[in-house]
């Protein structure tokens, strides 16, 4: 089993960047497709970007897709999601997750999220 713990989120302006970083422990993260998804308040989870499980291959929503860079270091058993242009749309908590299929329908692991506040 694979834990993830997220960090970096915090209070942002329109237009700033911030990196989010998942760390993983328990199992190597190279065992997992890695996923980024977010909830805004009183909305249902988003899936926002994935990588696949060496990097080669990565994934975004429409809604963050030239804004937000999904990258992973295997070494550091770590992923990032690096934003960029944010907007105060993209307030939200934000949760990595892992499957260990590309294919599978569902992530099975989950971090505990990180909160990112984006002021207009």
């Known amino acids: 089993q694979v834990k993830l713990v997220e960090s970096g989120g915090g209070l942002v302006q329109a237009g700033g960047s911030l990196r989010l970083s998942c760390a993983a422990s328990?199992?190597?993260?190279?065992?997992?497709?890695m996923g980024w998804f977010r909830q805004a308040p009183g909305k249902e989870r988003e899936f926002i970007a994935a990588i696949t499980h060496y990097g080669g291959s990565t994934e975004y929503s429409d809604s963050v897709k030239g804004r937000f860079t999904i990258s992973r270091d295997n070494a550091k058993n770590t992923v990032y999601l690096q934003m960029n242009s944010l907007k105060p749309e993209d307030t939200a908590d934000y949760f990595c997750?892992?499957?260990?299929?590309?294919?599978?329908?569902?992530?099975?692991?989950w971090g505990q999220g990180t909160r990112l506040t984006v002021s207009a």
């Open positions: 328990g199992r190597p993260l190279s065992n997992y497709v």
């Open positions: 997750a892992a499957k260990t299929s590309y294919y599978a329908d569902s992530y099975d692991y």
